[in-house]
């Protein structure tokens, strides 16, 4: 069964920094490409960031490119979402997602970030 | 990398079928047939119900369907089933290894 766990939310001040994480078990993750997606209380889901199955290639959601950085070890089966800089409209749950040819397949339950004084 | 285009709601009675629009550009829907439907139940995660415009992951009822036509998708619910009730969600690939969301659409079964 494919589970995706993510952790590390919280809360931050304007500013500041945080690394979300995913833990996948399941399947072969270091055969998927991984997204993350967030979802602003009350609002829709909104893409984020991606990364190939390597690590060697990313790509980013225009309101997050020299902010936030996507990385993956794939020893430990982990997806992490490095974000630095958080704006108070960064507030939102981040899911994690796996992707198959081009579709978020799978979803973990998410993690919630609120970026607040 | 502009939302794509839903009804912000749609309503039908049990048994009856509802259509969800999703519209986008010749840059996202209308260049590629990665088109994906999810259901969101909330405070849970979104499912997967629809995948490269119509097909169904195993799993998903028949009663879900996708097509596409020019820079517009859709989602058909038939025979619905007051289990339908709640929020539906399109994707499209955008190119360049993006991907962008419509803004959700609220399913009420009445």
């Known amino acids: 069964e494919v589970q995706l766990v993510e952790s590390g939310g919280g809360l931050v001040q304007p500013g500041g920094s945080l690394r979300l994480s995913c833990a996948a078990s399941g399947f072969t993750f270091s055969d998927y490409w991984m997204h993350w997606v967030r979802q602003a209380p009350g609002k829709g889901l909104v893409w984020v960031s991606r990364?190939?199955?390597?690590?060697?290639?990313?790509s980013y959601a225009d309101f997050v490119k020299g902010r936030f950085t996507i990385s993956r070890d794939n020893a430990k089966n982990t997806l992490y979402l490095q974000m630095n800089s958080l704006r108070a409209e960064d507030t939102a749950v981040y899911y994690c997602?796996?992707?198959?040819?081009?579709?978020?397949?799978?979803w973990g339950q998410g993690t919630l970030v609120t970026v607040s004084s | 990398q502009s939302a794509l285009t839903q009804p912000r709601s749609v309503s039908g009675s049990p048994g009856q079928s509802v259509t969800i629009s999703c519209t986008g550009t010749s840059s996202d829907v209308g260049d590629y047939n990665y088109v994906s439907w999810y259901q969101q139940h909330p405070g849970k995660a979104p499912k997967l119900m629809i995948y490269?415009?119509?097909k169904r992951p195993s799993g998903v009822p028949d009663r879900f369907s996708g097509s596409k036509s020019g820079n517009t998708a859709s989602l058909t619910i038939s025979g619905l089933q007051a289990e339908d009730e709640t929020d539906y969600y399109c994707c499209s690939y955008a190119g360049s290894y993006t991907w962008v969301f419509g803004g959700g659409t609220k399913l009420t079964v009445l």
């Open positions: 997602a796996r992707d198959r040819f081009y579709t978020q397949d799978y």
């Open positions: 490269d415009v119509s």
């Open positions: 990364i190939n199955s390597d690590g060697s290639s990313t």
